[in-house]
């Protein structure tokens, strides 16, 4: 086992004040949960205001930072050795030994950097400082020391135990998941919903998600690349519930009564209300869509107004000010671009029409919605009875 143990630092979390052991906390959890998809055996310890996952068996190294940089709240990770305070000597060799293995190229700057939590050592920071330099400029000739902008630095620290540490990995960022309650977000199979999913989860949302099929017009396939976006989300999210809504009968009746270049919209209308009332029974206290002003007819301010009237509940969408290259290149980077653009059908492309209103007028939508008054509440409560449940991590 190269490194004993990874240091989680966190930034944001930091500034709760009274609160920040919840955050603290609610990280430590995340950080076990995603630790789970790993073989090994690990240790989450929180010691004065910074959290460590202390490894107890070998483990896959890139493994272990492929889950902790899924982390969110999570801004950096450093692998750390860690061995017990010794004496002087044998510390410069430990530390002089550790870097030759973490940096074999010849040529870089550096600086060292030590804390001493412990101030009985029988040296100082500086002195250590000093010695350590010392040391790797002896072994490299091609170094150089530069304590402005140097290549890396050596931290060591001296506390109950030495950790020693030359890498930062740059975290996931945002804050833990859990604590900023619960929201359910409208995920079909495109490139936009997974990736609001994923900012809002960031902001440490727990996600909870429903997706509308309208079989047989939608396949199994459809449905499974819908399945698979939520465990991509899961993987940065933890497990999602996922409702799979079967929204055939509403899709076809709103066809058969509704002005055709109407029916995206009233179309997208009764997805949020369903949407909302299966939020309220799982407490969840907001939506998520993947809008975007502008992108398609639906998605113009004020297509987005009629939408956002059958509402109660908050709406949040925060892909709404994003170009589409922008959206794209975050699902690139979350990992759910390529099934995404696998080219299954989707409900709003079966049931489009060719002119859809760019400018829906609210009363004039209300009122072909009357067209539907005889069966519609029927219809959304069996589709809401009769959702299915798949859990997605
Ligand atoms: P996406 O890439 O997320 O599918 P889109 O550009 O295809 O978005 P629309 O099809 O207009 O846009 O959908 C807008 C938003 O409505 C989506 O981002 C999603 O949140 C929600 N939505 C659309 N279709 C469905 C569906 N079948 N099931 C659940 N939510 C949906
Ligand atoms: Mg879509």
Redesign the pocket.
Do not use: K, N, W
């Given at each position: 086992m190269k490194y004993q143990s990874f240091l989680l630092k966190y930034a944001e979390i930091g500034t709760k004040g009274k609160n920040r052991y919840m955050f603290e906390d609610a990280l430590m959890h995340q950080a076990r949960e995603h630790l789970k998809r790993v073989d090994g055996d690990f240790v989450i310890q929180k010691e004065q205001g910074r959290i460590y996952v202390n490894c107890m068996s070998e483990y896959d190294y890139d493994e272990v930072v492929d889950a902790l940089t899924k982390v969110f709240g999570v801004i950096a990770i450093c692998p750390m050795i860690q061995f017990p305070v010794c004496e002087y000597g044998e510390l410069r060799e430990k530390i002089l030994e550790f870097v030759k293995s973490e940096h074999p190229e010849q040529e870089f700057t550096f600086k060292a950097k030590c804390r001493r939590a412990d101030k009985t050592y029988e040296k100082t920071s500086d002195e250590i400082n000093a010695d350590v330099g010392y040391d790797v400029l002896t072994a490299y000739p091609g170094s150089r020391v530069d304590v402005h902008n140097p290549d890396f630095t050596i931290y060591i620290e001296i506390r109950k135990q030495v950790n020693v540490f030359t890498k930062i990995i740059p975290g996931a960022g945002g804050m833990p998941i859990g604590t900023n309650g619960k929201a359910m977000?409208?995920?079909?199979?495109?490139?936009?919903?997974?990736v609001?999913g994923y900012m809002i989860a960031k902001r440490g949302v727990i996600l909870e998600a429903?997706?509308?099929?309208a079989p047989p017009y939608t396949s199994e396939r459809a449905k499974q690349k819908?399945v698979d976006l939520a465990k991509a989300v899961a993987k940065y999210s933890g497990t999602i519930k996922l409702h799979i809504i079967n929204?055939t009968e509403i899709q076809l009746a709103i066809y058969e009564k509704c002005p055709h270049d109407e029916l995206?919209i009233i179309m997208?209308r009764y997805?949020m209300k369903i949407?909302e009332r299966i939020a309220e029974a799982n407490d969840c206290i907001g939506l998520?869509?993947?809008?975007?002003i502008g992108?398609?007819a639906?998605?113009t301010t004020f297509s987005l107004r009629c939408t956002d009237e059958v509402c109660n509940l908050p709406v949040y969408r925060p892909v709404i000010g994003f170009d589409k290259q922008e959206i794209v290149n975050l699902a690139e980077k979350i990992g759910t671009f390529e099934t995404?653009i696998l080219p299954y059908e989707?409900?709003?492309t079966i049931f489009v029409a060719k002119h859809p209103v760019t400018k829906p007028r609210l009363d004039t939508i209300k009122k072909s919605e009357t067209h539907l008054a005889d069966c519609i509440d029927e219809m959304v409560e069996r589709c809401i009875a009769e959702d299915e449940v798949v859990w997605c991590s």
């Open positions: 977000l409208l995920l079909s199979g495109g490139i936009d919903s997974p609001a429903c997706y509308f099929h819908v929204f995206t997208r997805m949407a998520i869509t993947g809008e975007s992108q398609v639906s998605q995404s989707d409900c709003c």
